[in-house]
């Protein structure tokens, strides 16, 4: 199992909605990430950076973040597109973080 963390920027104003969004997830998508092996997916908002902290545990060979050439993803991805801070191709952009502390 291996444990995960990355940053997103959220567009000012949009944590609601980016909230709304992520509660009504897609079953499908969660389908996919949960069959793709990720797990114990979380993701907290800084409100003054508007910067989404995400982690995740994945058995499998990608996180969520490295599924793009899945139809679904990329449904995903460009439905979030118009309040996230994106690359060319709508998937956000995400900065992956080194962990430097583990306590279990």
Do not use: C
Not at 8 to 22: I, T
Not at 83 to 99: F, K, Y
């Amino acid at each position: 199992m291996k444990r995960v963390a990355f940053k997103m920027f959220l567009k000012p104003g949009f944590e609601k909605e980016y909230e709304k969004r992520h509660t009504a997830i897609w079953p499908e998508l969660k389908k996919l990430l949960q069959e793709s092996g990720v797990t114990d997916y979380s993701i907290y908002w800084d409100e003054e950076t508007n910067i989404l902290f995400a982690t995740q545990k994945t058995d499998g060979d990608k996180t969520s973040q490295e599924m793009g050439v899945n139809p679904v993803v990329q449904k995903w991805w460009d439905y979030m597109a118009d309040i996230m801070e994106v690359n060319e191709d709508n998937s956000p952009i995400s900065t992956p973080l080194r962990e430097l502390f583990y306590m279990e």
